[in-house]
């Protein structure tokens, strides 16, 4: 198992070879929060900086974590090709479309309906390990069921729905969603 204190250029190569990552959060107190990303929402901004676009979803838990302690960890796994288990570790932020950087980093990303908001997450620890019992999987692509149901809703629908759903954690903790 190898540690780092930055991601490295075969790291960076790595990452942008992946269709999916998983970000963990947790609370001081309460459930962690384990979810599964894709699409093409992951951006190495530099060898201590990453960013990812969240869409909106059935819940917000690592917003609230996030902004409860901003711990987070992300993790890539090789399903394809050499075994390969990358760790990100650092302290994220919620940027949320009222924040002054959103232009800037949303403008990395294709424009997809439903963004909720990125995460930026400053690495201080990159971890590798072996990845031998990870199986292959086969990307046969994105869907596209999420995009759509945003497509359908529209702004406003989206709204809507992150009001009712987006604004309150499964532990109680309240989201701020501007």
Request: charged share 25%; hydrophobic share 35%; glycine share 8%.
């Amino acid at each position: 198992m190898g540690k780092l204190d930055q991601i490295s250029q075969k790291e960076q190569d790595f990452i942008a070879n992946q269709k999916m990552f998983f970000v963990a959060t947790a609370p001081n107190s309460g459930s962690i929060n384990l979810s599964p990303k894709g699409i093409d929402s992951f951006r190495v901004i530099d060898a201590n900086h990453v960013i990812w676009l969240n869409l909106t979803g059935s819940g917000n838990e690592t917003q609230a974590h996030v902004d409860e302690n901003g711990r987070m960890t992300i993790m890539f796994c090789s399903f394809e090709g050499p075994p390969n288990i990358l760790r990100l570790y650092g302290k994220a932020e919620a940027i949320l479309p009222s924040n002054e950087n959103w232009n800037e980093y949303i403008s990395l990303f294709p424009a997809v309906s439903g963004s909720r908001q990125i995460l930026s997450l400053k690495v201080d620890l990159v971890q590798n390990s072996c990845g031998f019992g990870v199986p292959f999987y086969e990307y046969k692509g994105d869907r596209d069921t999420l995009e759509m149901w945003a497509n359908k809703k529209g702004a406003e629908g989206i709204r809507e729905y992150k009001e009712l759903k987006n604004t309150t954690s499964l532990d109680g903790k309240s989201i701020r969603i501007d």
